[in-house]
């Protein structure tokens, strides 16, 4: 297959009307289309459509994969729900960005590291990611910090410019988030480097937690939040009463630390990454020693067990250089090796060398016998 792009819609606030759905539709003969979804992939030809005015209009996702590497996320959310200023603190740079679109905030990462060399159809991964969005309306912004942990990691940013705050929780990421960064291509070791200023994620509150932090909030208020769970058109209520009990909870950040620059960052990583490098060669060279050092162990035991039986691996000899064939010749010359080493662990290499010599003069007329004797060096006593 020279070329497949993969795209997937999702809508989850809010359902595309009927008229909608035929101008999806008009977009598109063959796209799977559900009231809450268009998903299409592309062999040939192009998506007719704008996936960014898609994004404005209809969905609040989006994803899209291509077979030469390009990767691209997209998210909306309401306005109200993630603050314009937090969206932009995070998305700087050209793989992550942040807009502003009547009442929505549009969130949108990328990543264009060419061809990965395994096959990846797009499947699966918009349902595995999804629930991201509601983790950011729940204030959870590892997401957001990721995503301009991939502006450092492409270059976009100035080495002298400030890291935004690390949320809690960068060690310790969540399943979803592991595919974000999986999906998106994040450096491993530049989130361990960013992951050493964050704090654990906090555990999950019990009920009584809450209800002392609600029962504490101003009359007003309340009376704000009820009247706005009454009329109920806010889809995102629940998260956003959670956000704001979880940054109520916020531990301040520790003190004498000065804060973090791309440089900081990238230079820490990079230390970190080294210091991987050589672990795994430690490790390569370990294995590779145990191996060895069976391998030299089972040949002990393999030229032991054939000096028991040495007089019949002669008389084997005999009989594979009587078949006159290339193969049998290669086995021959195998077992002379075997011999020959023997001869040498046992005291016996002039005596090898002697049979070695006598059979050489024996089957001189075997050119391609003789050859094959004189690469192994077995003419020469091994030298």
């Not at 145990?290 to 008389?315: C, F, P, Q, T, V």
């Amino acid at each position: 297959m020279s070329e497949y792009q993969y795209y997937d819609f999702q809508a989850i606030d809010r359902r595309p009307t009927e008229s909608e759905m035929r101008e999806l539709r008009s977009c598109s003969s063959r796209a799977t289309i559900t009231s809450s979804r268009f998903v299409n992939h592309y062999e040939w030809g192009s998506f007719k459509g704008d996936s960014s005015r898609w994004m404005e209009k209809y969905f609040d996702a989006f994803l899209y994969l291509a077979n030469w590497g390009s990767r691209e996320l997209r998210l909306r959310l309401p306005r109200r729900i993630l603050d314009s200023a937090t969206a932009k603190l995070y998305c700087r740079g050209v793989a992550a960005s942040a807009r502003i679109k009547g009442d929505f905030v549009i969130l949108d990462f990328e990543s264009q590291e060419g061809d990965d060399g395994d096959w990846d159809d797009g499947s699966g991964w918009l349902s595995t990611l999804i629930s991201l969005r509601s983790d950011l309306a729940a204030g959870d912004y590892r997401a957001l910090y990721l995503a301009w942990l991939l502006c450092v990691q492409t270059r976009t940013l100035n080495e002298d410019e400030t890291a935004p705050p690390v949320p809690d929780g960068l060690g310790d990421l969540t399943a979803p988030l592991v595919a974000f960064t999986e999906f998106l291509r994040i450096d491993r070791d530049l989130i361990m480097a960013a992951a050493s200023r964050s704090t654990e994620a906090k555990t999950s509150s019990s009920d009584q937690e809450v209800e002392r932090w609600i029962a504490a909030l101003p009359d007003a208020e309340k009376t704000d939040w009820l009247l706005r769970l009454a009329v109920g058109r806010e889809p995102h209520l629940g998260s956003e009463l959670l956000r704001r009990f979880r940054e109520s909870r916020n531990i301040p950040r520790r003190k004498g630390e000065a804060p973090r620059t791309v440089g900081d960052l990238l230079a820490a990583a990079e230390q970190l990454a080294e210091e991987r490098r050589q672990r795994e060669a430690k490790r390569a060279a370990a294995e590779l020693a145990r191996r060895e050092r069976e391998a030299a162990e089972a040949r002990e035991r393999y030229l032991g067990s054939l000096a028991k039986r040495e007089s019949g691996a002669w008389r084997e000899v005999d009989v594979l250089i009587a078949f006159k064939q290339p193969d049998k010749y290669d086995e021959a010359v195998k077992l002379l090796r075997d011999l020959q080493d023997v001869g040498l662990r046992y005291g016996k290499a002039a005596e090898v060398q002697a049979r070695l010599l006598r059979l050489a003069d024996e089957n001189s007329r075997k050119p391609s016998f003789i050859k094959r004797l004189n690469e192994a060096g077995l003419r020469r006593g091994g030298a």
